[in-house]
């Protein structure tokens, strides 16, 4: 019985001597970390990747500024030399946006400019969303 009673003490005193068990974390709670970080990075990247397509809209638009890719509806008002009266000829013109600017307070009220300014600028618009979009294809990462 000695025996007996000294190997429950024994146990007792193991028992006390134990360390705390701890627990590792469970998959649910280190997937739910880890998905937290990656979406944390993800959106990191996202803002990184909307900033630099937010830059090449920028110079998108400046680029497009200077191409010869918009139209002007231009007027000629001739007059004949002998005093018959004359002739008023519409015509269409490619020029650039500056160049539609330019011209723009010398234009009559018939040419509609304000219209073809508003048309302009939403190609202008248009390109550069385009040239934007091009370059957003080009530089995507394949996941």
């Not at 990075?41 to 809209?57: G, N, P, T």
């Not at 139209?71 to 519409?90: L, P």
Request: hydrophobic content about 45%.
């Amino acid at each position: 019985m000695l025996r007996n009673e000294s190997d429950q003490e024994r146990r007792l005193d193991d028992r006390d001597n134990l360390l705390p068990i701890t627990f590792p974390p469970t998959n649910r709670h280190q997937n739910s970390a880890q998905r937290h970080r990656s979406a944390q990075l993800r959106s990191a990247e996202e803002v990184k990747r909307r900033i630099a397509l937010a830059a090449v809209f920028v110079v998108s638009l400046a680029l497009v500024w200077v191409l010869p890719l918009y139209v002007e509806r231009t007027m000629t008002h001739v007059m004949f030399a002998d005093g018959s009266g004359g002739a008023i000829v519409w015509g269409w013109k490619r020029c650039t946006l500056r160049e539609y600017c330019a011209d723009y307070r010398y234009m009559r009220r018939e040419q509609t400019p304000a219209i073809w300014l508003a048309v302009d600028i939403a190609l202008a618009i248009s390109y550069a969303s385009v040239l934007t979009v091009v370059f957003a294809f080009v530089t995507r990462r394949k996941s």
